[in-house]
């Protein structure tokens, strides 16, 4: 018989404020004696070193051969016990973490039940991990090669850090360049300094580096194997220019007759060539084809390009092309896509001219940008004389999007600012509130407030054309409630920007399930803790960075894409690490070679051996999901962790008890 | 029965959505009923059908069977796998003579802890109103066949 330790946690009063601790105590070290408990504590926070010198005296002193903990969630402080159990020589598999926290004591809030629910977690727990087998962790090798996908701040910061530790990075960008939006826009808040001019330094940076693989025009199409060793498909989109021969020269786009709008880096306000790169500093300097609007792939004819191209590096016949990578980690950083402003269709974006977005506002504001930095309106003449800038336009609005975007605020405060500035105009500034929550953020705040912009607090209602009153003619005017007088506006402007918020990327959803991780029903990747561990996911090897997470200023950005980085250098350092050793494993004295599990197994892992006519598990591909052993017909095939006998036990002991003290189910 | 019936309730959950929503639940001080006990499986498609009988023949009224959304597996589709087992494994409860509103299947992801609780309490209630499992009343011979959903 294995002799059981049961320890209860306090957890402060976290579970002791509802769960009687020591009645638990007591009653697993009274009744589950014949199920070998020949301990049972409690203690106010078991995860403390004195708690778990607990353990550790008891595993020594009284030859404890199983530890049961019940105290918070094992995807918290399993590890913990796991390491206390190694520590005084116990196998660390032979102890089991069960929840009574998130589970009873935080969730339920009649004390007699939730008291009575937590020993029968207590008894399931004392019953299954009798079963527990002796485990040693699975040592894989890491691959020192790290992918990081999208090429953004988070991105670029994440990837120069890696590869300035020495160690090699392939960055993968969908666009013809890295930079992201970062590059699209003019100044940066608080402190007003130009987004390119602090960007490019580092675009260059990476663009040369001798660690980092530039795959731009290129998307990840497929994710296999495990951290420290994946397998990554990528599609090289062709590009139709000879990357070797090509110096950046620019006389192809200076020839090419074709002018296209260009959506994705001018927001739609200016156009390029149907050869381009999209900005000026675009890293690789080398242009691609755009080739949906190309005369020569539309009609067969022209190519201008090809034939002034001083190098010969234009070639039509350039196939996309599949590279196949291997690395050890992965860090996420795909950014994210501005809140479409037609949906709210009463603000008139797209329908009244001198509507704009965000985004617009910043390509037109960029000295880069197509009207050179000045503020002219669509009619490519008038200077606006008032501007209104109306916040929060998707965000914090049931209908949209609940979450705050974070960066509205200040964004409108920065293009308050810059429309002040360039054109001295009257500005207002329509608020629900002001979050101005970071370093720098707040005297940015009073500063716009000391330089006269106006602030009026109210959702806005409506920006219409349609006049009512005198002084209304040729102006927009935006209807909003201040609801700090409580009045009515129409304040007529000659421009209007909507701060529109940040959403997912449009494809995060299938990003997330190319990744095999999890984002919430917005959209956004789903982190492993909120707080503690904001950039590593469910899945081991994989990170996240930047605003694939949540929306996210560019210090914040930057700040998770070098968190990210550490994490994987962390990961490298260490050359191999350990992973749960939970596998399927088949007995091939029992296997009768059916192979209804080969089917199952979606990894391949299970391989059918003619000679012997058995299957065999893989263990390097098996991943320990079970589901080969649910259906195996013989009941050959064993779940290392979760065997048949440990949950069957688990389920007697949930059941020992009933609901109440005096019911006892009749089996 | 002078006192309301409690059922007790056996939820199998994956260890990597709906038993995170689970702690979710937790972490925000959601409440639901304490009639469910879990049990975390690495997957769904680990859920062999002996364990749902087991949990009947032990004294549960009613069993809950969770995993992630069809398309979010950890494991890419082995929640499928639990889905078809689900099914079938119903149509053999039924034909023991159980019936088949004591079994449920929810899939949540690791940030649904509000929908989990809310099913939570509604099968609780669900189970309640069906009363205590009665296996050897409900194990009556079914004369008529029992119409099956069709699904997957």
Partial sequence: MEKTGVYVCHCGTNIAGVVNVEEVRDWAAENLKDNGVIIARDYKFMCSSLGQELIEKDIKELGLTRVVVAACSPHLHEATFRKACANAGLNPYLCELVSIREQASWVHTDKAAATQKSKAIVAGGVRRVEYHEPLEPLHVPINPATLVVGGGIAGIQAALEIADAGFPVYLVEREPSIGGHMAQFDKTFPTLDCSACILTPKMVQAGSHKNITLLTWSEVTKVEGYVGSFQVKVNKKARFVIESLCTGCGICWEKCPKKVVDDVFEAGMGERKAVYTPFPQAVPKYPVIDAPNCTYFMKGTCKACEKFCPTGAIDFNQKDEEINLEVGNVILATGWDPFDARRITQYGYGRLPNVYTSLEFERLSNAAGPTGGNIILRDGKSIPKVVGIVHCVGSRDKNYNEYCSSICCMQSLKFAHLVHEKTGAEVYNFYIDIRTPAKGYEEFYHRLLEEGTHFIRGKVAEITDAVRLPGEEGKTIIQVEDTLTGTQLRVPVDMAILSVGLEPRHDSKETAKLFGISCSADGWLIERHPKLDPISTMTEGIYIAGCVQGPKDIPASVVQGAAASARVLGKIQQKEIAIEPIRATINEEQCSGCRICNGLCPFNAIAYIDDLEVSRVNAALCQGCGTCVAACPAGAISGTGFSNQQILSQIEGLLMLGYSKEAVPTP | ?152
Avoid at chain 2, 13 to 36: F, H, L
Avoid at chain 2, 74 to 87: C, G, S, T
């Fill in chain 2, 1 to 152: 029965m002078t006192e309301t019936f409690e059922p007790i309730i056996i939820g199998f959950t994956c260890n990597w959505c709906s038993y995170r929503a689970a702690d979710m639940a937790g972490i925000a001080r959601m409440k639901y009923a304490p009639n469910v006990r879990l049990i975390r499986l690495m997957c769904s498609g680990r859920l062999d059908p002996t364990f749902i009988f087991k949990a009947f023949a032990n004294g549960a009224d009613g069993v809950l069977v969770t995993g992630c959304h069809p398309g979010d597996c950890h494991y890419i589709e082995q929640n499928y796998k639990a889905l078809r087992r689900f099914h079938l494994m119903k149509r053999v409860l039924v034909q023991m003579g159980l019936e088949p509103q004591r079994v449920k299947l929810l899939w949540t992801s690791a940030a649904e802890g509000a929908i989990f609780t809310a099913e939570i309490n509604r099968f609780v209630e669900e189970v309640r109103a069906l009363g205590p499992l009665n296996w050897n009343a409900a194990a009556i011979p079914v004369v008529e066949t029992t119409p099956m959903e069709v699904t997957v």
